[in-house]
């Protein structure tokens, strides 16, 4: 305890890092404060108690509640995601953006300038929508054309202010800006949960021992998802040893971290949209909708729901680390620096080993993301609230377990930058330098 109250300590002495924390701190009160402000013309007491469940229950909580209140953020940074997402997949089948992702600096902020102006297209016909959908005639207070218009530019303008604060809380903050806000609105529906569950469990069926085993079952879950998200498997790299001059470089052993889960939520996100399909059929196509396979889908309790839900996540999985970890530009790499991975030929060959390991470790990596997007329904189906059940696992859990453990390591590199001692371990093995990344890997946006 003595330990980390020192390393706190030595945070705070480090001014650089207490600017940055500060900044961060006074960014996300800004986006919190905004998710409170209600869009022109809506009636606050329409929307104040408005219930949020299944795609409206899993928006709401990644926008901090904003959606369901009709806040100016109700859009929250999604539409920013999806756009990137578009953006990243449009570099695997067109040229020119593939074109740009090899150009370094240059490519990439031509990259993040299309995926701005796709984020305003995507924004605009997403408030469209949430304003048909999810505002109700009896909520208005301006007539409906005006309405529509001036709330349209109001969102649109709100979520690309919500991007603007992401991009100030990377360069002036501890980094991560657009992952730390999703955290931090999914955060903001904890208390209410907790409190929900403890309310349930206290006056109804269980009691306080039920609440208790909850708990540590959801503790358990998170240590879980930490062994997921930190796991990684490490392919020794040896470099040969060149003379330049009187000195000599190289003649080192290093190690490629490739992580069990590199394709982090995105399996996640892209099966939840395919599993939404039923349920959205059912209401725009009545005369379908006591079809009993699209009742069972559109069931999240369900287990042709569930089993239909892991069998995508794991599929995704696989899609989603082929196309982010590119083991022949590895390889290229490691033999343009002289390195070579012992009994493994430079070339082909070593991109093949590389590619084998990959699929090795993905298959058990994905297994435990769908068991981990599963565990909500289950916690269901054995009587948890369906708001607290939500903590259990999916992408809320991830995410947050993702953009904790990230922001501890942004925090530790600055502490060792300044030779104090880190806020967790570092995995560093004695003698020996483990690369900080895997070339040819991307990070994972959310």
């Known amino acids: 305890m003595k330990k980390f109250f020192t390393t706190l300590s030595n945070i705070w002495k480090i001014e650089d890092l207490r600017v940055r924390i500060i ?75 593939t074109k740009l992702q090899k150009e370094g600096e240059s490519g990439r902020n031509k990259l993040n300038q299309w995926t701005r102006y796709l984020t305003i297209g995507i924004t605009a016909l997403q408030a469209i929508g949430y304003l048909k959908s999810q505002i109700s005639a009896d909520a208005m207070m301006l007539p409906n054309p005006a309405f529509t218009v001036l709330n349209m530019f109001v969102l649109t303008a709100g979520t690309l202010f ?17 992952s730390l806000i999703i955290m931090v609105g999914i955060i903001a529906q904890l208390p209410g949960a907790f409190l929900t569950e403890f309310t349930s469990r206290t006056t109804g069926t269980g009691g306080l021992i039920t609440f208790i085993v909850e708990i540590v079952a959801l503790i358990a879950v998170v240590m879980f998802t930490i062994l997921i998200v930190q796991g990684t498997r490490k392919i020794a790299v040896q470099y040969a040893k060149r003379i330049v001059g009187n000195k000599q470089y190289g ?31 059912q209401q725009f196509m009545p005369s379908i909708s006591s079809n009993g396979v699209l009742i069972a889908l559109s069931n999240p309790n369900s287990w042709a729901h569930n089993l239909t839900f892991g069998i995508l996540i794991i599929a995704f999985t696989y899609f989603y680390t082929a196309i982010t970890v590119n083991p022949n530009q590895m390889a290229d790499d490691m033999k343009k620096n002289g390195g070579f991975i012992p009994g493994i030929k430079p070339g082909k060959t070593t991109a093949d080993y590389i590619d084998a390991v990959i699929s090795k470790i993905t298959l058990p990596g994905s297994i435990f993301l769908a068991l981990i997007a599963i565990i909500p329904a289950l916690a269901s189906l054995v009587g948890v609230s369906p708001i607290f059940a939500r903590f259990f696992g999916g992408t809320s859990l991830i995410i947050l377990v993702g953009v904790v453990l990230d922001t501890l390591q942004q925090v530790e590199s600055h502490l060792l930058m300044r030779h104090y001692d880190g806020l967790m371990k570092t995995g560093r093995i004695k003698g020996r330098t483990a690369m900080p990344a895997a070339a040819g890997t991307t990070p994972t946006a959310i």
């Open 23 to 97: 900044n961060t701190l006074l960014f996300l009160v800004i986006y919190r404060v905004g998710s409170f402000v209600v869009l022109p013309g809506v009636n606050p007491a329409s929307v104040a108690n408005r219930k949020a469940e299944g795609l409206v229950g899993l928006l709401n909580m990644f926008s901090g509640g904003s959606f369901s209140h009709a806040s100016i953020f109700a859009l929250g940074v999604m539409p920013y995601i999806s756009a990137s997402i578009v953006v990243q997949l449009l570099g695997i089948a067109v040229p020119y953006f």
């Open 162 to 178: 919500v991007m603007w604060l992401g991009e100030k809380i990377t360069d002036k903050g501890i980094g991560n800006g657009i």
């Open 251 to 281: 003649g080192v052993r290093q190690y490629i971290p490739l992580k069990v889960n590199a394709a982090g939520v995105m399996p996640i996100i892209f099966a939840q949209a395919l599993m939404f399909i039923p349920q959205t059929v």
